[in-house]
């Protein structure tokens, strides 16, 4: 079996999850070894960083589309959630920030291809749904960039 074989022929987002949450647990094996008093942070973005993969995995299988949002809502927050202890661990330079960098941004744009799907799938539900009361806008999107990673750096 080779590696493509381990996250499936689904949507692309699938796969990226899946190879995120492994590299978060390279990391989680490097770190360790050169920082232990931290962690209970690399617990913390090992937990997050795996569970995106996993909540991704499973609204493939929803029961529904309301399901599928809501599986997909609480892959976002581990996302976030693994995007905020990736960054921690970057400005306290445990690691070069170019070591960091890439997968800061694969976290970063992994939330974003979520919140996407979620907002393209709930305006498909919205638009079945007439009598539905209309959600709330919560104003401009954040807008975040992050450095481009050292092309030699790359670890995780």
């Given amino acids: 079996m080779s590696d493509d ?3 499936g022929d689904g949507p692309e987002i699938v796969g990226r999850t899946f190879l995120f949450g492994n590299r978060v647990i390279m990391l989680f094996r490097h770190l360790y070894t050169i920082e ?5 942070i690399y617990d913390q973005l090992l ?3 795996t ?17 599928f949002v809501h599986k997909l809502a609480v892959g976002l927050k581990e996302a976030k959630e693994s995007h905020y202890w990736l960054r921690q661990l970057r400005k306290a330079e445990v690691l070069k920030r170019a070591q960091l960098n890439p997968l800061v941004q694969e976290a970063l744009e992994i939330k974003l291809v979520l919140g996407a799907i979620i907002a393209s799938k709930k305006g498909k539900r919205k638009g079945q749904q007439h009598d539905q009361k209309p959600e709330q806008d919560e104003g401009p999107a954040e807008e975040e ?9 790359k670890l995780f």
């Fill in 5 to 7: 074989d381990d996250f």
């Fill in 145 to 153: 960039t992050e450095e481009p990673p050292a092309p030699d750096d």
């Fill in 47 to 49: 937990r997050a960083g």
């Fill in 36 to 40: 232990p008093a931290l962690v209970s």
């Fill in 51 to 67: 569970a995106v993969g996993a909540l991704v995995e499973e609204a493939q299988s929803a029961e529904s589309d309301k399901d």
